[in-house]
């Protein structure tokens, strides 16, 4: 069996937040993706909630541990989620708008063509901002 067979494509990316509400309030309210499901674990006293952006299946999972008190250390091995945007200034002006921090303000990108920023998340995960390919990239 080859590879191609297999059927991989990417799901989701799995954070772990210590306030449910204001990592629903970031990806659901400010960046506008929909909750697709969620489900709490009573015995393991988690809740999961799957988020993504309308008409894609691509998505972020949140899960929120109950009795978690103190921040989750970022780990190592976590680089950042990337975002596609028509227009990164545009979409840095209204983030920033809604209070979010912006880590790299719009700039082309090292060694490259494409336009593209960085912004914290509510926790100060990493999200990458990038402009589509232009067809002679």
């Not at 059927?7 to 990316?13: A, D, K, R, W, Y």
């Not at 190592?76 to 990337?82: K, M, P, Q, R, T």
Request: overall charge negative; some cysteine; hydrophobic content about 35%.
């Amino acid at each position: 069996m080859s590879l191609t067979n297999l059927g991989f494509s990417f799901n989701h990316i799995m954070l772990r937040v210590l306030d449910q509400e204001r990592a629903l309030s970031f990806y659901r309210d400010i960046l506008g993706m929909e909750i697709t499901r969620q489900r709490e674990y009573e015995s393991g006293r988690f809740t999961n909630t799957f988020l993504a952006f309308p008409g894609e299946t691509t998505a972020i999972e949140l899960t929120y541990n109950w009795d978690q008190k103190e921040p989750y250390s970022k780990g190592d091995n976590f680089g950042h989620l990337a975002l596609m945007v028509d227009d990164v200034r545009e979409a840095c002006d209204y983030l920033e708008s809604k209070g979010v921090t912006i880590r790299t303000p719009p700039k082309v990108m090292n060694h490259g063509t494409r336009m593209l920023a960085f912004v914290y998340d509510f926790e100060e995960n990493l999200i990458e901002l990038v402009e589509p390919l232009k067809e002679n990239e």
